[in-house]
């Protein structure tokens, strides 16, 4: 990566002095945003053969970090646990309805709802159409 030339215009150069050239030279690594760590970490949770409840607590500890530290970043970050954990879980029950095996009744255990009913009261406000709507819109 040293070798090869580094294009751009002049006004860039102060900024890329100061924040890029670090980054490239491996003096400082960018640290990832606290959406995007809490994100993954649910998701890779959710996904994997241990599939209960996460809670806040349980992130946050997997992170190193307290839970009022984790909400604090995130609140800088302009969002919540909340917002993050159910963007996630409606992205996950999409995936398996595209996929086609899963029940809806096992999707609705695997992302910690009660019953099937609230999982489907979940997924109807977020997509504004029942699960099993939503796996059988393409053969409509």
Do not use: C
């Not at 900024?15 to 993954?40: E, K, N, S, W």
């Not at 649910?42 to 909400?71: F, Q």
Request: proline share 5%; glycine share 6%; charged share 30%.
């Amino acid at each position: 990566f040293l070798r090869r030339p580094v294009v751009m215009r002049a006004t860039d150069l102060p900024r890329f002095f100061r924040q890029l050239l670090p980054l490239t030279l491996g003096a400082v690594r960018a640290i990832p945003d606290m959406r995007t760590m809490v994100t993954g970490l649910i998701r890779d949770y959710k996904r994997g053969p241990d599939y209960r409840d996460i809670s806040r607590a349980h992130v946050a500890a997997m992170l190193g970090l307290s839970e009022a530290t984790m909400r604090r970043r995130l609140e800088r970050e302009g969002v919540t646990f909340r917002e993050i954990k159910d963007a996630v879980y409606n992205d996950l029950a999409r995936e398996w309805l595209d996929e086609g095996g899963v029940a809806v009744g096992t999707m609705a255990a695997r992302l910690g709802f009660r019953d099937a009913f609230a999982f489907r009261r979940f997924f109807v406000r977020r997509n504004a159409v029942p699960p099993t709507a939503y796996r059988n819109r393409e053969s409509v």
